[in-house]
């Protein structure tokens, strides 16, 4: 071995937890067992107290004022926007826009990108497992065109069935949008080789990075796609701040989302030239603050090393699946498979699934219970809704222990 390669010593929970004040709370008699890390993770110190600082010393307006605290206000978003780029790998920092969530860098590209370019005969490739964020775009900007949507189909095991995709995939293809890591099933993509086939007929190519940037090395040179978009609050940021990813030329070739201040090159009473990305994309005042804490998450988790984390999550995902399987009557959507990220989205045969969410926050387990924005999902699998547990870095196996403790309960009362 290289001098250099030093082992990296896998991730314990309790190296990270002290930074989780919310770990501290109990619900009731129980403590909190927060199991709910795909709908939206807690946030580490290191996050509150980036923000905090940004609103004690520059809370003033970026990229206007010729003012101390206007420069440091600047600095730190322009900073905050150099390592997220960095993070997801990005060649140039100037190809990173900072949107509200993963559903607005989708409505961009859709509104930005592909509806200026589709046309009647042209067709936009998803899959039968997205998240309404990446299905609906696509509904209306097909609609709006006449070009025709088509889905992938998934093979019972919930993995997508690749003979399918590829099947569907042509020169009519102008656009394909996947989600790496499915929010319900887990499942998790091969975005690369679909990514190379894809571009090989000529088409465009999104991916859903919401559930995959927060639990494993994202690189987007590697992936090679065109457009990628994830939300800040999903890996231990701040709510209402997202990241979408876009090649530069790409960028440069789209006309503005929205318009107003900021996003500017010359204006005129009769025309308005446009500012070069990424500022063309953020007109108006943005969440400087939430960047500042979005960068200082990135932060926090480049510190604990990506490869350590996504370690530690299959590890304890393997733990849930198998505590989970001592469950009479419970079915999980999806098969295991080893590797399989730390979601388990999974029904009672004698419970509802809100009945059963609310029975384990009676016990301070956190789950979260529905379709999960993914409603057409969950009819592939003749469910209508599931209770949905998911892991993050600084779970145990006590919390899962909890989790099956509280389905004990579910199972007394209802079974
Ligand atoms: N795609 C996936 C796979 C998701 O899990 C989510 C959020 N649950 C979204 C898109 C939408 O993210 P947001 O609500 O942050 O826009």
């Given at each position: 071995?290289?001098?250099?390669?030093?082992?990296?010593?896998?991730?314990?929970?309790?190296?990270?937890?002290?930074?989780?004040p919310?770990?501290?709370?109990r619900?009731?008699?129980?403590?909190?067992?927060?199991?709910?890390?795909?709908?939206?993770?807690?946030?580490?110190?290191?996050v509150?107290e980036?923000?905090?600082?940004?609103?004690?010393?520059?809370?003033?307006?970026?990229?206007?004022g010729?003012?101390?605290?206007?420069?440091?206000?600047?600095?730190?978003?322009?900073?905050?926007?150099?390592?997220?780029?960095?993070?997801?790998?990005?060649?140039?920092?100037?190809?990173?826009?900072?949107?509200?969530?993963?559903?607005?860098?989708?409505?961009?590209?859709?509104?930005?990108?592909?509806r200026?370019?589709?046309?009647?005969?042209?067709?936009?490739?998803?899959?039968?497992?997205?998240?309404?964020?990446?299905?609906?775009?696509?509904?209306?900007v097909?609609?709006?065109?006449?070009?025709?949507?088509?889905?992938?189909?998934?093979?019972?095991?919930?993995q997508?069935d690749?003979?399918?995709?590829?099947?569907?995939?042509?020169?009519?293809?102008?656009?394909?949008?996947?989600?790496q890591?499915?929010?319900?099933?887990?499942?998790?993509?091969?975005?690369?080789?679909?990514?190379?086939?894809?571009?090989?007929?000529?088409?465009?190519?999104?991916?859903?990075?919401?559930?995959?940037?927060?639990?494993?090395?994202?690189?987007?040179?590697?992936?090679?796609?065109?457009?990628?978009?994830?939300?800040?609050y999903?890996?231990?940021?701040?709510?209402?701040?997202?990241?979408?990813w876009?090649?530069?030329?790409?960028?440069?070739?789209?006309?503005?989302?929205?318009?107003?201040?900021?996003?500017?090159?010359?204006?005129?009473?009769?025309?308005t030239?446009?500012?070069?990305p990424?500022?063309?994309?953020?007109?108006?005042?943005?969440?400087?603050?939430?960047?500042?804490?979005?960068?200082?998450?990135?932060?926090?988790?480049t510190?604990?090393?990506?490869?350590?984390?996504?370690q530690?999550?299959?590890?304890?995902s393997?733990?849930?699946?198998?505590?989970?399987?001592?469950?009479?009557?419970?079915r999980?959507?999806?098969?295991?498979?080893?590797?399989?990220?730390?979601?388990?989205?999974?029904?009672?045969?004698?419970?509802?699934?809100?009945?059963?969410?609310?029975?384990?926050?009676?016990?301070?387990?956190?789950?979260?219970?529905?379709?999960?924005?993914?409603?057409?999902?969950?009819?592939?699998?003749?469910?209508?809704?599931?209770?949905?547990?998911?892991?993050?870095?600084?779970?145990?196996?006590?919390?899962?222990?909890?989790?099956?403790?509280?389905?004990?309960?579910?199972?007394?009362?209802?079974?």
């Open positions: 071995m290289n001098e250099d390669e030093v082992p990296c010593t896998p991730l314990s929970p309790e190296e990270v937890r002290p930074d989780f919310q770990l501290n709370r619900i009731g008699d129980y403590p909190l067992a927060y199991l709910d890390n795909t709908a939206a993770t807690l946030k580490p110190r290191q509150i980036a923000i905090d600082h940004f609103y004690a010393t520059c809370p003033a307006n970026v990229h206007r010729i003012h101390t605290l206007s420069e440091e206000a600047t600095d730190a978003y322009e900073s905050s926007r150099k390592r997220i780029a960095a993070f997801i790998h990005a060649p140039r920092e100037s190809e990173l826009i900072f949107t509200r969530n993963t559903t607005e860098g989708i409505n961009l590209v859709a509104d930005c990108w592909a200026r370019r589709l046309k009647p005969g042209d067709e936009v490739l998803v899959t039968v497992m997205e998240h309404h964020a990446n299905l609906i775009p696509w509904q209306i097909t609609e709006a065109t006449g070009a025709t949507l088509k889905f992938a189909r998934l093979h019972p095991s919930g997508l690749l003979d399918d995709w590829y099947s569907k995939l042509s020169e009519r293809t102008k656009f394909v949008s996947m989600p890591v499915s929010n319900v099933l887990g499942v998790i993509n091969p975005v690369k080789t679909l990514t190379a086939a894809a571009k090989a007929v000529g088409a465009t190519v999104l991916v859903d990075a919401a559930q995959s940037v927060p639990h494993m090395p994202v690189d987007v040179v590697d992936i090679g796609c065109d457009f990628l978009a994830f939300s800040g999903k890996l231990l940021g701040p709510f209402g701040i997202g990241g979408l876009g090649r530069y030329e790409l960028l440069d070739a789209m006309p503005p989302y929205q318009t107003g201040g900021s996003m500017i090159h010359t204006v005129t009473l009769e025309k030239t446009f500012a070069d990424p500022q063309r994309f953020e007109a108006g005042t943005p969440s400087i603050a939430d960047a500042v804490g979005f960068a200082a998450a990135i932060d926090y988790l510190n604990v090393g990506m490869d350590r984390l996504h530690r999550e299959i590890e304890l393997k733990y849930m699946h198998e505590r989970l399987a001592e469950i009479p009557g419970l999980i959507l999806g098969e295991y498979f080893e590797g399989k990220p730390g979601i388990a989205s999974f029904d009672l045969a004698y419970a509802h699934a809100h009945d059963v969410a609310q029975f384990l926050s009676d016990e301070g387990v956190a789950v979260r219970a529905g379709h999960h924005c993914a409603e057409p999902l969950h009819h592939e699998f003749n469910s209508e809704s599931t209770s949905r547990a998911s892991l993050y870095l600084y779970n145990t196996e006590a919390e899962i222990d909890q989790l099956i403790a509280g389905l004990g309960t579910v199972r007394e009362i209802f079974g």
